[in-house]
């Protein structure tokens, strides 16, 4: 059951252009959302999360999208820059139904930048 | 850096071999989380412990297990490895049921 699904494996954007990932959940009682960005032989790393309670989050050229009615969140890169291409993985958690902390992961989306 | 410590970072081994994977969390963190991340598969959730006890539990196939020692670190024991098992093991952290989470860079396991 794949609670978090990012249906695009991978992403071709040009240098300065818009990336826009997409990621869908299906549990009702997540409540917080997060996207996380890999690098080959690293782990995955923070890179700007969202409650349940807001439906827009920005940090920097980054901006997180929610969208509760339809189980549908979004990353968005602008510009983006050849050193954002990794691997980006979307994770969810239900925080506010006594969950433990652990979070539930997407495949993830490869996001190549070219320049 | 993280700050989380995962050793070691690539191991070989045959089917049928145990391997023991080590997890150092950050300073401070007392969940200790393990995700296994198969070639085209996202990161799987496996188990989590808080403060030396087991916390919550995911896909985690039987012949694996886990424990969290006195000093926090944690360790991921794996046996009757099979060729399946092959995959990126990864540790994370937190400071409590905190949702952010710090991960290592991993421990590459390949099973020949």
């Known amino acids: 059951d794949q609670q978090v699904k990012q249906n695009s494996p991978s992403l071709s954007v040009q240098e300065g252009r818009i990336s826009i990932l997409n990621c869908d959940y299906t549990n009702s009682m997540f409540d917080y959302f997060l996207w996380y960005k890999k690098y080959p032989a690293e782990g995955p790393t923070f890179l700007i999360s969202?409650?349940?309670?807001?439906d827009k989050n920005e940090d920097g050229r980054f901006t997180v999208f929610l969208n509760k009615s339809a189980k549908h969140l979004s990353l968005h890169i602008v510009p983006s820059q050849p050193g954002d291409s990794a691997v980006y993985f979307c994770?969810?958690?239900?925080f506010g139904s006594g969950n433990t902390g652990k979070l539930i992961f997407g495949q993830g989306t490869t996001l190549q930048v070219k320049p | 850096d993280s700050g989380v410590t995962q050793t070691p970072k690539h191991l070989i081994t045959a089917t049928g071999q145990r391997v023991t994977l080590r997890c150092s969390p950050r300073s401070g963190d007392l969940s200790v989380y393990w995700y296994q991340q198969s070639l085209d598969q996202g990161l799987q959730f496996l188990i989590q412990y808080y403060n030396g006890e087991e916390r919550a539990k995911g896909n985690i196939l039987e012949r694996f297990s886990a424990q969290q020692f006195p000093d926090l670190h944690s360790e991921l024991n794996l046996s009757s490895l099979e060729l399946g098992d092959s995959a990126l093991y990864f540790c994370a952290s937190s400071v409590a049921h905190n949702e952010k989470l710090f991960f290592g860079s991993g421990t590459q396991l390949s099973v020949l």
């Open positions: 969202i409650s349940s309670i807001k």
């Open positions: 994770a969810a958690n239900a």
